[in-house]
């Protein structure tokens, strides 16, 4: 994918969708192109965090402790959980289908964090979104 292409499937992904142009771009130079066929995990369950994984297309089942719990899509992210938080991986992320993958390694993601607060500012809201809703 050239640098136009990931930008505009960066645009798409929630976490992104509302950065600027410029982080837009600062993001698809970072992040590789991954293919993974059908059939092999993303990540797995208890393995440390080193990178957070945005999907471009395919799909992708997410399984705990061997029970199935949502599939993640074209648009969908996964990772950045145990990514900022420096526990293992929460769950298992396996390619349904081949999927293509936009990686960002824990040293880019933790630069980019620092350099454009706009997508800090996203990522602790879809964060938050993601958590069980225990408030009051």
Do not use: H
């Not at 994984?53 to 993640?72: K, N, P, S, W």
């Not at 390619?95 to 960002?104: I, S």
């Amino acid at each position: 994918m050239t640098v136009e292409e990931r930008v505009d499937a960066l645009r798409r992904i929630p976490l992104f969708c509302e950065c600027s142009q410029d982080d837009l771009e600062a993001v698809a130079r970072t992040a590789d192109e991954r293919a993974v066929p059908a059939g092999e995990a993303l990540m797995r369950q208890g393995d440390a965090a080193q990178e957070l994984v945005a999907i471009v297309a395919g799909v992708a089942a997410v399984e705990r402790d061997g029970y199935a719990l949502t599939r993640r899509r074209a648009g969908d992210f996964v990772g950045e959980l145990a990514l900022l938080t420096g526990r293992p991986r929460s769950a298992t992320v396996t390619a349904l289908t081949d999927v293509r993958v936009l990686v960002v390694e824990r040293p880019q993601f933790e630069r980019l964090l620092r350099e454009a607060p706009s997508i800090a500012n996203k990522l602790l809201i879809a964060l938050a979104q993601r958590l069980p809703r225990d408030d009051v």
